[in-house]
């Protein structure tokens, strides 16, 4: 088997190749893209997993891609950084990309021109959802507890008085 091919100081274009074919596509795309992930990489000073790069159609398919996906252009990467979280990963990125998705163990990136984020996460009951929903159940009517209202003060409140001016006295001529 060959050595890899080094394409910038942290990348091999094997990293980048379809997992169906073994093609890497537009290789003018692809070092754009690389370069990014160079700028990114610098960032973090920890390697760069590439889970995706390019895809050809056959495998954009068959891994649930979308019809324009920018995998199929080699414009974008799936990556992870070992001990790095991925909303973590994906707010660093916003320096170097513009288009960014996050899932919940590796974060898209992309070339494009225009901004794009999207969260495909699946949701995880924070703490502050078990305090609530807790809260909820032991009250009668399954609503939060109000907030105590201040007590209403014993002193007695200043009545106002109309003053009679000059000028409310005297007639209009």
Known sequence: MSNPKRISPHFHEQEFSCACCGQVGDKKRLMILVTKLEQLRSLFNKPIHIISGYRCAKHNKACGGVT??????CSA???????????R????????????????????????????????RTPKETKED????????????GQLP???QKEESTKPVPRRTER??????????
Not at 68 to 73: E, I, V
Not at 77 to 86: F, K, L, N, Q, S
Not at 164 to 173: I, R
């Open 89 to 120: 990963l994906a707010k660093r990125a916003h320096a170097v990309f513009r288009a960014i998705g996050i899932y919940d163990s590796f974060v898209h990136v992309d070339t494009r021109t225009i901004r794009a984020f999207w969260d495909h």
């Open 146 to 148: 109000r907030p105590k």
């Open 77 to 87: 990467a799936d990556i992870r950084i070992e001990g790095v979280d991925p909303s």
């Open 164 to 173: 009679k001016t000059k000028s409310s006295t005297t007639p209009s001529k």
């Open 130 to 141: 078990v305090i609530i929903n807790e809260e909820s159940k032991s009250s009668s009517e």
């Open 68 to 73: 324009k996906s920018q995998h199929l252009t």
